[in-house]
């Protein structure tokens, strides 16, 4: 342990097993001394989540709903009476029905755009807000998003869109919330084999593309995508806001496949 996080406390949004981004980065930041809170939403979660947290040493758990402004108000003034104040936040929410991640992207509906957006990007800005409060020496909102955002992916269709917004909102935030001395960044890491990446058609197929034509050689991977989260939050990320870091072995470069794979 270098103790990077310690004496920070933060909340993770977003772990759904052991296999979620955000439990990797959940691990990284308790490995470096931080002190965590964990969300989830409904009984069913909440249970995959608590034997997490516990394994981090964290009792602190808060049943969020974030399309509901009770129970986003509710969440946060848990977290203020418990603790007073807060350094970093990091929101790994994202949902689109699962029946619109195959076919074409047209085929979009209203009903599952407007929900998409409003839980993938729109939660962000909400969650800002109300971390923001808790952060009266500054802090560190943190998200993820994925390539899909700007280039075209088999099947990620509205959740390209939606991505695409919550990265517009990131440098919007970085802004907004400089003057208070919070950082607001993305992490984009490529293909991972966790519960959402599953929902999304021929999610195979681009898991081996991109482990295969990386530069690196591979998928990224929880230890990295976390050490990355850890460095955003801690002091070394000072002067580090409204960025897209890439997290993906280098494939974001690629225009085209390896000369072997084409």
Request: net charge negative.
């Amino acid at each position: 342990m270098a103790d990077l996080m310690k004496g920070k406390r933060g909340l993770i949004m977003g772990v759904a097993n052991e296999r979620s981004i955000a439990w990797g980065i959940a691990r990284a930041m308790a490995d470096e001394g931080a002190e965590l809170a964990f969300s989830y939403q409904g009984e069913a979660f909440g249970k995959r989540v608590e034997p997490l947290a516990a394994s981090v040493g964290s009792d602190l758990l808060v049943d969020v709903d974030v399309t509901d402004d009770a129970s986003m108000d509710a969440a946060f003034a848990l977290l203020k009476d418990k603790w007073g104040r807060m350094d970093f936040v990091v929101h790994a929410i994202a949902f689109s029905d699962k029946s619109e991640l195959t076919g074409r992207f047209i085929n979009t509906t209203r009903a599952n755009f407007q929900n998409s957006l409003s839980i993938s990007c729109y939660s962000l800005i909400d969650v800002a807000r109300r971390a923001s409060e808790l952060m009266p020496d500054g802090g560190t909102v943190l998200t993820l998003t994925y390539q899909g955002s700007n280039k075209v992916t088999p099947f990620y269709n509205v959740m390209g869109v939606a991505k695409a917004a919550l990265e517009s909102a990131v440098r919007y935030l970085a802004n907004d919330l400089g003057r208070d001395g919070i950082r607001v960044n993305a992490i984009s890491p490529g293909p991972m084999k966790t519960l959402a990446g599953a929902a999304i058609g021929g999610a195979r197929k681009t898991f081996k593309h991109t482990d295969t034509n990386a530069p690196l050689g591979g998928n990224a991977t929880l230890e990295a995508v976390g050490g990355t989260a850890v460095y955003l939050a801690s002091d070394y990320g000072a002067c580090t806001s409204g960025e897209i870091i890439h997290v993906d072995g280098g494939f974001h470069v690629l225009g085209m496949p390896q000369p072997e794979n084409l």
